[in-house]
């Protein structure tokens, strides 16, 4: 038997993805078949994916995997929107008074030159701040991570000015991050869990309920969500404030048992709710608003809970004893949300290659969130987002689109070509389109020189038009990108 001889996919999903970038192209040369064989965009996902670290579940992107892989040795790193707490990371002169609000805004994208040559793989915007994730497995942080605590309460409260080391256990290595508003939550190549609001105080979350591994973690505003192997989501609090001389908790435990696809159906027929049970479905992916989170089932249903949602006490004493009560979701799923019934895949066919890659996908920040299809098309919801209602979409984004993000008030789409889309509030910039000659707000306060009208549709950010962008955040008034030159 030949080589030739094998079947199709088996080349292209087990054979041809072992081997390194010189085999591959050795191979293409050698036939016209190979040649189309060597340029599937499945292999050079594998690739990217295995030698640059890039997280599963930070792209929806189904094309331009062999481009990536060919320039992405060293990205740039590009920042703008507002500046306020050195959250975009650039040199900046020191500004005393008031003035320092508006200090380091930029309308465009600029460089952060603080990070070349670190080979960041991935960026994650917080409230105040950013993460940043390099090839080598270590997480860089610039801004305020808990910028409405008292600042006397210790160092963690100083702005960090420049992109700095958050200080991992050793040996540690982290895979993915997310990001709340003032916390940060890592998956590590071990598969075991970080979270941190100081870059000296990292805390592992431990899951005694569970034997099941995690495989994605999700940053709420306050909280965070995790999603194991098995379909089961827990609910982790945020990190406790520490002062910056306090002896370090070491530690920190997920919230009750998981609660899978099936908790939530049986909790729902016992509320006497209609759902529409698939044997086998699970939970496949989840995406973290402020008080809520997604989940996308493997038959392609998506459904929004109130994971932020406590239970009461009964009263102030009992909460002062106590402390907040647990939430609703990990006792009564099916209290706080259910399917979004037109958000949810028609067909409700296996969305689960054989390869484990997603054909259809959420992504969510803060108020919003998007649902994907595989051929691009995006569907667009809010925290109000109810099971029957009707999804928004927009023309601009009916194809080709692997990612949307949003901040406070302004959104960003990434298309399968590198181009980053923008609509929205200005945010001091953070749409990235400049502000010379845009018409204004007729506001009649000191601020509406600062405040062109908003971007109703989604436009190209001309800054980025030479540049290839794969991966981007926005967060508050504040964006970020990665990108190489095309």
């Known amino acids: 038997m030949n080589i030739t001889d094998l079947p199709v996919d088996l080349l292209i999903q087990d054979l041809c993805p072992r081997l390194d970038f010189h085999s591959l192209i050795a191979l293409s040369a050698t036939c016209k078949q190979f040649q189309t064989f060597c340029t599937d965009e499945a292999i050079w996902k594998k690739l990217v994916l295995r030698e640059f670290h890039i997280p599963v579940y930070a792209t929806f992107r189904n094309r331009g995997w ?102 991992l256990p050793q040996g540690v290595k982290i895979a993915s991050i997310s990001c709340g508003r003032s916390h940060a939550i890592g998956l590590s190549t071990e598969g075991k869990v970080y979270h941190w609001n100081h870059i000296k105080k990292v805390q592992e979350i431990l899951l005694p309920n569970t034997s099941s591994r995690v495989i994605q973690v999700s940053g709420n505003w306050g909280y965070s969500s995790l999603l194991t192997a098995a379909g089961e989501i827990f609910i982790v609090p945020q990190p406790e404030n520490a002062e910056d001389d306090e002896v370090p908790i070491l530690t920190s435990e997920a919230q009750g048992l998981g609660i899978t696809l099936r908790n939530y159906i049986s909790d729902a027929q016992a509320m006497g709710q209609e759902v529409n049970a698939i044997p086998g479905d699970m939970f496949v992916q989840i995406a973290s608003m402020e008080s809520d989170t997604l989940a996308l089932s493997r038959k392609g249903k998506v459904y929004k809970f109130g994971t932020g949602q406590l239970i009461e006490r009964e ?31 028609p067909d409700q066919k296996n969305i689960v290659d054989s390869d484990g890659n997603l054909t259809m996908f959420i992504s969510s920040f803060f108020h919003n969130f998007a649902v994907y299809t595989l051929d691009g098309a995006v569907k667009l919801g809010t925290a109000q987002t109810n099971a029957e209602d009707e999804p928004t979409t927009r023309p601009e984004l009916n194809s080709n689109i692997c990612k949307v993000t949003f901040g406070d008030y302004h959104s960003g789409a990434l298309t399968n070509d590198g181009d980053l889309l923008t609509w929205g509030s200005f945010s001091r910039g953070a749409l990235g389109h400049g502000s010379a000659g845009l018409p204004r707000r007729n506001i009649p306060n000191r601020y ?31 964006s970020a990108c990665l990108a190489f030159r095309r």
Request: aromatic share 10%.
């Open 66 to 167: 062999k481009e990536i892989y060919s320039k992405l040795h060293d990205p740039v790193v590009y920042t703008w929107g507002e500046g306020t707490y050195y959250r975009l990371g650039h040199k900046q002169r020191e500004v005393l008074g008031r003035a320092r609000n508006v200090q380091g805004d930029e309308d465009t994208p600029r460089e952060l030159e603080a990070l070349r040559g670190k080979k960041i793989i991935d960026i994650v915007a917080g409230g105040w701040s950013f993460h940043a994730l390099d090839r080598d497995g270590n997480v860089w942080v610039w801004g305020m991570l808990q910028a409405e605590w008292p600042i006397s309460r210790g160092v963690s409260q100083q702005p960090i000015k420049t992109p700095t080391l958050v200080q």
């Open 315 to 345: 009263t102030e004493e009992e909460e002062e004893r106590l402390g907040e009560g647990p939430p609703v979701f990990l006792s009564n799923p099916a209290a706080t949300g259910g399917e979004l019934f037109h958000y949810s895949s």
């Open 448 to 478: 509406a020189m600062m405040a062109p009208e908003p971007e109703i549709n989604p436009r190209k950010i001309e800054a980025l038009q030479d540049m290839f962008v794969f991966a981007a955040s926005f967060g508050g008034w504040h």
